[in-house]
């Protein structure tokens, strides 16, 4: 019955050999039961580095430290006494790919003595259910103009992504989009034409997202976002680059625009693998200046920003977080002045 159940469910022994790996486990991680049934290395199918899954905690008795490893824990005292818990948490899987949003339920399992011969664990894919949620919360905060998220909402996902890149380790990448020469574009064509091109440059920057945690928002007047969960540089690089290209492959004709023919974007990118002294402006910061610097080199590029200057903005603090200040172009200039030079891509 296990073998053929459609919930995902793997069984640990008392010693954290996997003795039961049924196929919708195999499907979902990718590991087959041949592979690692009789071997502790079901964090595998979940982790790059070995890491405990819920099972595992259950049975060290650590389930009261559940919440370093995972985002949402959904039990009681009472539950994790009985030998139950349950949690939630973004996955990047390392075999199949993608990024899953997965509710887990690990229980014991006793005999009639009450002597503990196994833990079983059950895994759900909630992906598509948490995309919904997350554009349901959106409709609350969106850019009216746009029909993207606006600066409130950008905030409040930014801080919660970056506090939850803290708990897993992984990287954070944050994408700043500006339109080049929009003033003159807007003084040139009129408003409605204007309020046209936000909307299409803010849709490029929506088909950009490629996973469901990516998270695009317009920043302020023609500057728009993309939060970027478990990206690298070389991932932020790569969409930015995408967007870059979609906005000019559009041809909307600019009368006078330095960078171009057609309206443009510049895009400063940045990535940060956070610490818990450091300060979510620091991201915010870092991807400005990259900005600043694609846009002074003649815009219709992205630039990578590699560098941690001092910048007393965004030092670390104890406060890593807590709040989101308002940084803006003004606000970050005097950390571009001593910034080390970025890389720029035309």
């Not at 990718?30 to 982790?47: C, I, Q």
């Not at 849709?203 to 920043?219: S, W």
């Not at 070389?234 to 309206?263: F, Q, T």
Request: hydrophobic fraction near 45%.
């Amino acid at each position: 019955m296990l073998e053929h159940h459609l919930t995902p469910t793997f069984v640990l022994d008392p010693q954290g050999r996997i003795i039961a790996w049924n196929r919708a486990c195999e499907s979902l991680t990718g590991l087959k039961a041949a592979d690692v049934v009789g071997t502790r290395d079901h964090w595998r199918g979940f982790y790059t580095e070995a890491s405990p899954c819920l099972a595992d905690l259950i049975l060290q008795d650590r389930t009261e430290g559940a919440s370093e490893f995972y985002a949402v824990v959904a039990n009681d005292n009472n539950d994790a006494n009985r030998g139950a818990i349950a949690a939630e948490n973004w996955f990047v899987m390392p075999i199949t790919g993608g990024r899953l949003y997965l509710a887990i339920e690990a229980v014991a399992i006793r005999g009639a003595n009450g002597k503990l011969v196994g833990v079983l664990e059950t895994i759900r894919d909630l992906s598509a259910i948490k995309a919904a949620e997350a554009k349901f919360r959106g409709l609350t905060g969106v850019d009216a103009l746009t029909g993207v998220a606006n600066r409130r909402t950008f905030d409040d996902v930014l801080s919660t992504e970056w506090r939850r890149a803290i708990r897993s380790g992984a990287a954070l990448s944050l994408l700043m989009i500006d339109i080049d020469c929009f003033k003159l574009f807007n003084e040139s064509v009129g408003h409605p034409r204007s309020d046209e091109c936000l909307r299409i440059v803010a849709e490029t920057v929506a088909n950009a997202a490629l996973q469901a945690g990516d998270f695009p928002a317009r920043y302020g007047g023609e500057e728009f976002a993309l939060i970027l969960p478990s990206t690298d540089k070389a991932g932020a690089a790569s969409i930015a680059e995408n967007i870059r290209a979609a906005v000019e492959g559009i041809g909307m004709l600019h009368p006078i625009s330095s960078a171009g023919p057609y309206v443009t974007v510049s895009i400063g990118t940045a990535t940060v693998a956070p610490t818990a002294t450091d300060r979510v402006e620091k991201l915010i910061c870092f991807a400005d200046i990259a900005l600043f610097r694609a846009k002074e080199s003649g815009g219709n590029q992205f630039c990578a920003f590699d560098d941690s200057p001092s910048c007393n903005v965004a030092r670390s603090q104890p406060t890593a977080g807590i709040e989101i200040a308002k940084i803006d172009s003004d606000a970050s200039a005097s950390c571009r002045a001593g910034a080390p030079e970025a890389r720029l891509h035309a």
